[in-house]
């Protein structure tokens, strides 16, 4: 089997035995497996609403994925992607709080550059300590996280009281800065649906152009394989690493920001990391890190999310929607546990055992 083959079939594979799983706990608690899917999926697809908020929930996770597949590429594991996208929600939110009449062409440029900013700076403080100083990245955008959370929920204290309207939740942000639009509304059945599908698609677009086509992505490709390889080749691995950081945060911002400004449309204190910026990783490791997968990853994390309250008809918790979820991750993270482990694929490694068996078999 080909590498791009398997490449495809990993995640297949992967998706239908979450559901299977999913399947299997459903019965052993005594619910209805198939009735909880087809509610499930009816709900995800049984009207136009729903079709939007597909659309909606499929931005962030987008672009969150994509951001965790640039530094994937450069050999990081960017752990403080939640992090990144709470310090874009949170500054593009201030702006667009403080500034509440400039004009809307303005606002949505100067969201969404500071987001990617706030974002961009927040992951180039990992990159910049593995790069100089040679720190774990996983531990230091761990840390981050919560430095962000803190330090961001502080920040909203210290909003003024004329733009709040509780001490933990800002007022909804004008008109001009919401990235809903009346004429998605009016198309999809008042969703929730806005404009952060479209940054998505073109960021989809520019990543997979940079990481195939540019000089910059093959460093970034190159230094993720083989940092030492690629400073023999004239290649500067800490520069790499650096920008590979920052895009790789400025991304995670722009998902914060299309979360915040297109769902939520204010900014309120945060009790956890955001979930989103988790899901968004996981999006990009079903989808191998590759752009144009995480398109397909992040649809059906949508469709998962947003047709789970569907299950409560078949009296089925929604929970259970995560068990699907996590065994999905839990199987393709499998697959590179054992190429990690044996440099085998998880196909090579399971006719190396039919191949042992058969002589063992012949030997009796």
């Given amino acids: 089997m080909s590498k791009k083959t398997q490449q495809i079939a990993v995640p297949l594979i992967s998706v239908l035995l979450g559901i299977l799983l999913g399947a299997v706990v459903m019965a052993i608690f005594g619910y209805d497996a ?3 899917y087809e509610s499930l999926f009816k709900t995800a697809f049984g009207s136009l609403r729903s079709l939007g908020e597909i659309s909606r929930a499929m931005g962030p996770l987008i672009l969150i994925g994509l951001g965790f597949a640039v530094a994937s590429r450069a050999g990081f594991f960017n752990v403080g992607l939640p992090g990144q996208a709470l310090a874009g929600w949170i500054l593009a939110g201030w702006f667009a709080l403080s500034f509440p009449n400039l004009p809307r062409p303005l606002m949505l440029l100067a969201t969404v550059v500071i987001a990617a900013v706030a974002g961009g700076i927040i992951g180039a403080i990992p990159g910049i300590l593995r790069a100089y100083l040679g720190t774990s990245e996983v531990i230091v955008t761990i840390m981050m996280n919560y430095i962000v959370l803190f330090v961001g929920n502080a920040l909203i204290h210290s ?13 909804r942000v004008g008109a001009n800065a919401i990235y809903q639009t009346e004429w998605l509304r009016s198309l ?3 969703s929730r649906m806005n404009i952060g599908i479209f940054f998505a698609l073109i960021a989809v677009v520019v990543i997979w152009y940079l990481l195939k086509k540019t000089t910059l992505g093959f460093e970034i ?11 023999y ?3 500067s691995s800490k520069r790499t690493i650096i920008v590979s950081m920052i895009i790789s945060g400025a991304l995670a911002g722009l998902g914060g920001v299309v979360e915040g400004l297109g769902t939520y449309q204010n900014v309120f204190v945060q009790g956890s990391s955001l979930s989103v910026g988790f899901n968004g990783m996981a999006v990009s490791l079903l989808a191998a890190n ?3 997968g995480i398109l397909f990853a992040a649809f059906l994390f949508a469709v998962l999310s947003v047709g789970a309250p569907g299950m409560n008809v078949a009296q089925i918790p929604t929970e259970l929607v995560n068990i699907v ?6 199987f393709v993270s499998a697959h590179y546990l054992i190429e990690r482990m044996t440099g085998m694929t998880i196909f090579d490694f399971l006719k190396n055992r039919r191949q042992e068996a058969k002589k063992v078999k012949e030997g009796n």
């Fill in 290 to 292: 590759s752009p144009i």
């Fill in 325 to 330: 979820t996590a065994s999905i991750i839990f």
């Fill in 221 to 231: 490709r190159a230094v993720g394989l083989n940092p030492n390889a690629s400073e």
């Fill in 233 to 235: 080749a004239g290649m």
């Fill in 188 to 190: 999809t059945s008042n």
């Fill in 159 to 171: 909003f003024p009281e004329s733009v709040m309207q509780s001490v933990d939740s800002s007022k």
């Fill in 34 to 36: 198939i009735w909880g």
